[in-house]
T-cell receptor, first 113, second 115 residues
Framework: DQQVKQNSPSLSVQEGRISILNCDYTNSMFDYFLWYKKYPAEGPTFLISISSIKDKNEDGRFTVFLNKSAKHLSLHIVPSQPGDSAVYFCAASGSGGNNDMRFGAGTRLTVKP | KAGVTQTPRYLIKTRGQQVTLSCSPISGHRSVSWYQQTPGQGLQFLFEYFSETQRNKGNFPGRFSGRQFSNSRSEMNVSTLELGDSALYLC??????????????FGPGTRLTVL
């Protein structure tokens, strides 16, 4: 069951520009959302998260926006850097811990110098 | 502090065989979760162990099993391998049983290929 969808398998942007990665979810019981970044041959690393009580969370160049009515979240990276090139997974969780956590299929971001 | 380690990193098996994967969590972490990553499916939760007890389980068949030892190291076993079991298997550690809001620390994964 694809409760979390990242409809763009890949995204390419120019260095210095904004990268916007999107994620949609179907389960209205999800109340916490996370983004992970994954480099080849490494495990995913936590990037940023947001609780459903907020609509925006910012950490340096990374900002996550949550639109609960649309069941949509996005990750903005400004400015994009070549080192940001990686696969980005969004994840959503409810109150049941890992049982309820669902990950998207990932979006491969390529930032061109 | 050393990160999460997984062995082996790559594995090739044939259908019908069984396989055991190993995960050593970050020192002091007592929770280990296992995930399967396949193209187009993202990460799918297999199970979580804490203090040698399975605390959570995903929707996978009984061929997938695991255990955790007193030193928090965990093993995952897949019996009667099928072609569809080819995937990257990731383990993640956390200091406590994950509630969905905790940061998990992932290992590099074991790439399993079933021929």
């Amino acid at each position: 069951d694809q409760q979390v969808k990242q409809n763009s398998p890949s995204l390419s942007v120019q260095e210095g520009r904004i990268s916007i990665l999107n994620c949609d979810y179907t389960n209205s019981m999800f109340d916490y959302f996370l983004w992970y970044k994954k480099y080849p041959a490494e495990g995913p690393t936590f990037l940023i998260s947001i609780s459903s009580i907020k609509d925006k969370n910012e950490d340096g160049r990374f900002t996550v926006f949550l639109n609960k009515s649309a069941k949509h979240l996005s990750l903005h990276i400004v400015p994009s850097q070549p080192g940001d090139s990686a696969v980005y997974f969004c994840a959503a969780s409810g109150s049941g811990g890992n049982n309820d956590m669902r990950f998207g299929a990932g979006t491969r971001l390529t930032v061109k110098p | 502090k050393a990160g999460v380690t997984q062995t082996p990193r790559y594995l090739i098996k044939t259908r019908g065989q069984q396989v055991t994967l190993s995960c050593s969590p970050i020192s002091g972490h007592r929770s280990v979760s296992w995930y399967q990553q396949t193209p187009g499916q993202g990460l799918q939760f297999l199970f979580e162990y804490f203090s040698e007890t399975q605390r959570n389980k995903g929707n996978f068949p009984g061929r997938f099993s695991g255990r955790q030892f007193s030193n928090s190291r965990s093993e995952m076993n897949v019996s009667t391998l099928e072609l569809g079991d080819s995937a990257l298997y990731l383990c993640a550690s956390s200091p406590v049983v994950t509630s969905g809001t905790d940061t998990q620390y992932f290992g590099p994964g074991t790439r399993l290929t079933v021929l």
